[in-house]
C-alpha cells in the first residue's frame, strides 16, 4: 500500500492567497484526521472525518480554515485568506475503526 | 479532557546507552496510551499502544512502555540506543481507540557516538 498522500509536500505563498491542502487515505480507511505541527503549540487536531462526515471540528481555528471530505478517498484543507501564523507543518492520518492512525508525509506550508 | 506532559524538550543519550522517555497523563478514566516517533521530515509512526491487560508493553523497533496508573505515566524504554533512534517522540491519550489523540509537545532525542 502507498500510505497516506499528501500533496503539495511544500507550499511557499504569499500572505491573502488561498492554499488548498490534499489528503488521500490508505485504501479501506474510514476516518480521516487533519493536524497542524508548529514549534509554539505542537501537535493539534485540526477536524476529523468518520465516513466522510465531519465528526469534531472543535479545533479548526478560525473561519479562514475549512475542511472537505466529497468522498473515501480524498480530502482538503482549504486556508482563506491564508496568514502567516498559518505556516506551519499539516498532516492527515487515516485509520480504520478499532485500528491504529496511520500519517502522511505532512504539507510544509510557508506563508510569507 | 485528556491531556499529556512529556516533561523533557530534549534528551542526549550515547549509543548503546539506555533510553528512558517520560510521559504523564491527565484522564478520569482508563486512557488509551500511544507512543510515536517523527523522523527528521517525516510523519508519525506508532512504536506502541496500551489499551488494557498487561502494563508493560512491546512496540516495534525494540522500544517498550509501562502503564502506571497510581503515577498516571506511560514512560517509553529502550535498552541499548541505536543512532537510527534519534527523532522526536510523541506520547498521546486518547478516550477510545477511535477518538481524537491529544499529544504532548514531545521529546527530541539526540544519539551521540
Known amino acids: 500500500d502507498a500510505g497516506v498522500i499528501q500533496s503539495p509536500r511544500h507550499e511557499v505563498t504569499e500572505m491573502g492567497q488561498e492554499v488548498t491542502l490534499r489528503c488521500k487515505p490508505i485504501?479501506?480507511?474510514?476516518?480521516l484526521f487533519w493536524y497542524r505541527q508548529t514549534m509554539m503549540r505542537g501537535l493539534e487536531l485540526l477536524i476529523y472525518?468518520?465516513?466522510?462526515?465531519?465528526?469534531?471540528d472543535s479545533g479548526m481555528p478560525e473561519d479562514r480554515f475549512s475542511a472537505k471530505m466529497p468522498n473515501a478517498s480524498f480530502s482538503t484543507l482549504k486556508i482563506q485568506p491564508s496568514e502567516p501564523r498559518d505556516s506551519a507543518v499539516y498532516f492527515c492520518?487515516?485509520?480504520?475503526?478499532?485500528?491504529?492512525?496511520?500519517f502522511g508525509p505532512g504539507t510544509r506550508l510557508t506563508v510569507t | 479532557a485528556q491531556s499529556v506532559t512529556q516533561p523533557d524538550i530534549h534528551i542526549t543519550v550515547s549509543e548503546g546507552a539506555s533510553l528512558e522517555l517520560r510521559c504523564n497523563y491527565s484522564?478520569?478514566?482508563?486512557?488509551?496510551l500511544f507512543w510515536y516517533v517523527q523522523s527528521p521530515g517525516q510523519g508519525l509512526q506508532l512504536l506502541l499502544k496500551?489499551?488494557?491487560?498487561?502494563?508493560l508493553v512491546q512496540g516495534i523497533k525494540g522500544f517498550e512502555a509501562e502503564f502506571k496508573r497510581s503515577q498516571s505515566s506511560f514512560n517509553l524504554r529502550k535498552p541499548s540506543v541505536h543512532w537510527s533512534d534519534a527523532a522526536e517522540y510523541f506520547c498521546?491519550?486518547?478516550?477510545?481507540?477511535?477518538?481524537?489523540?491529544?499529544f504532548g509537545a514531545g521529546t527530541t532525542v539526540t544519539v551521540r557516538a
Open positions: 498521546a491519550v486518547a478516550r477510545s481507540n477511535d477518538y481524537k489523540l491529544s
Open positions: 485504501s479501506g480507511h474510514n476516518s
Open positions: 492520518a487515516s485509520k480504520l475503526i478499532g485500528d491504529e492512525q496511520y
Open positions: 472525518f468518520n465516513n466522510n462526515v465531519p465528526i469534531d
Open positions: 484522564y478520569g478514566a482508563t486512557p488509551y
Open positions: 496500551y489499551f488494557s491487560g498487561d502494563t
